[in-house]
């Protein structure tokens, strides 16, 4: 479990079961179509071996592919995609207890956290997914990551 601050509001996100886990990521790659050409810079961001500039400059590829994605997709299944990114997050309330984020009733308003949220998401759901695919080392060349 992973927790994050963004703009004073705690997110915590929990590992997903293996089969909602395949499905999002499946959904995920079919969106990202349009954003292979921000691959490299996105991969530099993975792992353990990272810089703080891998870093920055990998969460810059996701916000350049996420905008690419905007731009070609299909408007509501895009609106579903990222409002299913976001749901498996949880956010502590008031009381302190943890619930699955409501786009809606937890995004309206703060437009400005969406985009921190979903990057923490995918980050926690699937940065070891990548590390652990068989060609990991495979990709990585040809994405220009040494």
């Known amino acids: 479990m992973a927790e994050k601050k963004i703009n004073g509001r705690t997110f915590r996100v929990e590992p997903m079961l293996a089969t909602d886990a395949l499905v999002l990521q499946a ?21 353990k071996d990272k810089t703080e500039a891998d870093e920055a400059k990998s969460n810059a590829a996701a916000l350049a592919s996420l905008a690419s994605i905007f731009s070609q997709g299909e ?8 409002k299913d990114i976001a749901e498996v997050a949880q956010i502590r309330r008031e009381s302190g207890d943890y619930d699955h984020v409501d786009l809606d009733g937890d995004m309206t308003g703060k437009a400005k956290d969406l985009f921190p949220l979903l990057l923490f998401v995918l980050k926690e759901q699937f940065t070891d ?15 220009g990551v040494s």
Do not use: S
């Not at 408007?75 to 990222?82: R, S, V, Y």
């Not at 990548?130 to 040809?142: D, E, H, I, R």
């Open 27 to 47: 959904r995920l790659f079919k969106a990202l179509g349009p954003a292979v050409a921000h691959f490299g810079d996105l991969m530099k961001g993975l792992g």
């Open 75 to 82: 408007p509501e299944q895009i609106a579903k995609l990222i």
């Open 129 to 143: 997914f990548f590390q652990g695919l068989p060609g990991f080392g495979n990709l990585k060349k040809v994405a």
